[in-house]
């Protein structure tokens, strides 16, 4: 078979060829490859589903090597699907999801067990007793105190400190107490913790295989998957040392953090893609988290942008600045992305966020189907409009417990209010009703934090799709809700950040042309009073359901 003809692009005299990135994605629920060219327009992709392994209630698992094959495989069918050749790829970059992480010997691939995701609820006794300790209290209480002494909001920060499900430091904490491999590992300093960004960079540098040459390859993670982990500190752009003393966890084992255009990501190593691959050396050009590569997918650069995720979890991230902000209502404050020693791009400091997330989103949305109120999620919104309100039924999305600013973890999930003549539109109209409800919370949260009045939200993520959802949003919100034509927006915002490492592109105004809008969804004040005295009736329905396990 002949080799694909390479594209060329005449500037003047000189002929250049046009550039393009390969975006991985790692989510959830799939793995996806992107091929992009400097037009930002796809010319291929591949996607593979996620297999989640639930080895008991709770438990939320991700084997590595069945992932690992996943990644080579839409990788390679990406670029096939572009009708490229492997040495045409310029640059690669990675978007992974956050909080999920292994232990393993990297010199024998020896894993202590496998991936273990954010959703997984197996510390859940271990969060609830210390968040109820007088350790906590205690700590809580003197971090108080020094800010009150110094006004210092890093010792704010402290003062509403607590474990939650979806950080690593408990699910790791929970390994090191019931898992005799790792703890004889720990004993031996034979393991190293890796994130799925850092466990991805190592497994591409050294084309996914233990052996001796790989000792030179770096244990690195990048400063937006390191920075929701529990484990660091965005204060000091750091691992925390407090946190390694208060629950005994050896700084060592965790990958070095480094920024997200750091100079060192290396190139993929072509061992493990095939005779087509040898020779190739493609560049890493960048890794971030899903939520940094949605707030850049999303055009969020300037301070006070917010973007909602709607998707697997609904994530609201609220632009900060170069200022890290400290949090009192249980938002969290993180490194939204960081890239260094770019010299012609003009930001060089960490640009900080603070986010709040509602983890049932996409949980609620399968529940529903698997109960068959619905056949396919697309038909909600038209079910949702069939009828003119929920007939007085609320539901509450609470599988995972409820995050801020309700901060009840024990809630439960339920419908209240339903009678005879409730049908299944009013049940599916309460179940997307309550999905906005969340968001709307995350949004007042957001702005009593920073004290701003927001004006417009940028909505991503597949729930973002739902007309219902976006418009009852900007009804009850009285903001406008913005939604871009491009529903990918962690590809396309990896690849933003790609291309800007790459020098491909070189600042911010490079990328507008690229974001086009769909719909924005303007809100109509007639629906607010009505749906404002729905909300404040949902929340007395949250007390029904409240501290119940």
């Known amino acids: 078979m002949s080799p694909p003809e390479t594209d060329t692009t005449t500037i003047g005299t000189t002929t250049e060829a046009t550039a393009y990135i390969a975006a991985l994605d790692v989510g959830t629920t799939s793995v996806r490859c992107f091929i992009l060219d400097e037009k930002c327009t796809v010319k291929g992709s591949s996607t593979d589903a996620v297999e989640l392994l639930n080895p008991q209630p709770g438990f939320f698992e991700i084997e590595p090597e069945?992932?690992?094959?996943?990644?080579?495989?839409?990788?390679?069918?990406?670029?096939?699907?572009?009708?490229?050749?492997?040495?045409?790829?310029?640059?690669?970059?990675?978007?992974?999801?956050?909080?999920?992480?292994?232990?393993?010997?990297?010199?024998?691939?020896?894993?202590y067990h496998n991936f273990i995701t954010w959703k997984d609820l197996r510390a859940d006794d271990l969060v609830e007793q210390w968040n109820s300790g007088c350790m906590k209290r205690t700590?809580?209480?003197?971090?108080?105190?020094?800010?009150?002494?110094?006004?210092?909001?890093?010792?704010?920060?402290?003062?509403?400190?607590?474990?939650?499900?979806?950080?690593?430091?408990?699910r790791l904490l929970y390994e090191i107490a019931h898992n005799k491999r790792l703890q004889q590992a720990i004993r031996e300093n034979a393991v190293r913790l890796e994130l799925l960004d850092s466990w991805l960079l190592y497994k591409l540098r050294s084309g996914g295989h233990a052996v001796q040459q790989t000792e030179n390859i770096e244990h690195i993670t990048d400063i937006t998957s390191s920075t929701a982990t529990g484990l660091f500190d965005p204060f000091t752009l750091s691992w925390s040392k407090m946190i390694s003393w208060m629950f005994g966890i050896d700084l060592n084992i965790l990958p070095r953090v480094?920024?997200?255009?750091?100079?060192g990501f290396g190139h993929v190593n072509p061992i493990a893609f095939g005779q087509d691959w040898a020779n190739t050396r493609i560049p890493i050009a960048s890794s971030c988290s899903d939520q940094t590569a949605a707030i850049w997918g999303s055009h969020c650069f300037r301070s006070n942008d917010?973007?909602?995720?709607?998707?697997?979890?609904?994530?609201?991230?609220?632009?900060?600045?170069?200022?890290?902000?400290?949090?009192?209502?249980?938002?969290?404050?993180?490194?939204?992305?960081?890239?260094?020693?770019?010299?012609?791009?003009?930001?060089?400091?960490?640009?900080?966020c603070i986010e709040g997330a509602s983890h049932d989103f996409g949980t609620v949305i399968t529940w529903?189907?698997?109960?068959?109120?619905?056949?396919?999620?697309?038909?909600?919104?038209?079910?949702?409009?069939?009828?003119?309100?929920?007939?007085?039924?609320?539901?509450?999305?609470?599988?995972?417990?409820?995050?801020?600013?309700?901060?009840?973890?024990?809630?439960?999930?339920?419908?209240?209010?339903?009678?005879?003549?409730?049908?299944?539109?009013?049940?599916?109209?309460?179940?997307?009703?309550?999905i906005v409800f969340r968001v709307v919370q995350l949004i007042d949260a957001a702005e009593k934090e920073t004290n701003q009045k927001l004006d417009l939200i940028k909505v991503d993520g597949g729930v973002s799709r739902n007309d219902f959802v976006c418009q009852f949003l900007a009804d009850l919100s009285q903001l406008k809700v913005e939604r871009a034509q491009n529903a990918e927006s962690s590809i396309m915002g990896a690849t933003f950040m790609a291309g800007i490492n790459h020098g491909i592109w070189h600042d911010f105004d490079d990328l507008k042309r690229f974001r086009q809008v769909?719909?924005?969804?303007?809100?109509?004040?007639?629906?607010?009073?009505?749906?404002?005295?729905?909300?404040?009736?949902?929340?007395?329905?949250?007390?029904?359901?409240?501290?119940?396990?």
Not at 333 to 349: C, E, R, T
Not at 405 to 433: C, Q
Not at 520 to 538: E, G, I
């Open 368 to 434: 529903a189907q698997s109960c068959e109120l619905f056949s396919q999620p697309k038909e909600t919104s038209a079910i949702a409009k069939s009828v003119a309100d929920t007939n007085d039924v609320y539901f509450i999305p609470a599988f995972s417990g409820l995050g801020p600013p309700v901060n009840d973890y024990r809630a439960a999930s339920g419908f209240i209010g339903m009678t005879p003549s409730t049908t299944k539109a009013h049940l599916v109209r309460a179940l997307l009703e309550s």
């Open 306 to 352: 917010v973007k909602v995720t709607m998707g697997t979890g609904a994530f609201l991230n609220l632009v900060t600045g170069s200022q890290c902000h400290a949090s009192i209502s249980g938002m969290y404050p993180l490194v939204a992305w960081q890239l260094n020693n770019k010299h012609k791009f003009k930001q060089q400091n960490a640009i900080y």
């Open 139 to 170: 700590m809580n209480g003197f971090f108080f105190g020094l800010y009150l002494a110094t006004r210092n909001s890093r010792f704010l920060a402290g003062s509403m400190l607590k474990l939650m499900n979806g950080q690593v430091t408990p």
């Open 66 to 111: 069945c992932l690992w094959r996943k990644v080579v495989k839409v990788i390679k069918e990406a670029i096939r699907d572009a009708k490229l050749l492997p040495s045409q790829i310029t640059c690669l970059t990675i978007s992974t999801q956050r909080c999920t992480f292994l232990t393993w010997n990297h010199k024998t691939n020896e894993y």
């Open 258 to 263: 480094v920024d997200n255009g750091y100079n």
């Open 518 to 549: 769909e719909c924005v969804f303007q809100p109509q004040s007639k629906h607010y009073d009505t749906l404002f005295a729905r909300m404040a009736k949902w929340n007395e329905a949250i007390g029904r359901f409240s501290d119940w396990y």
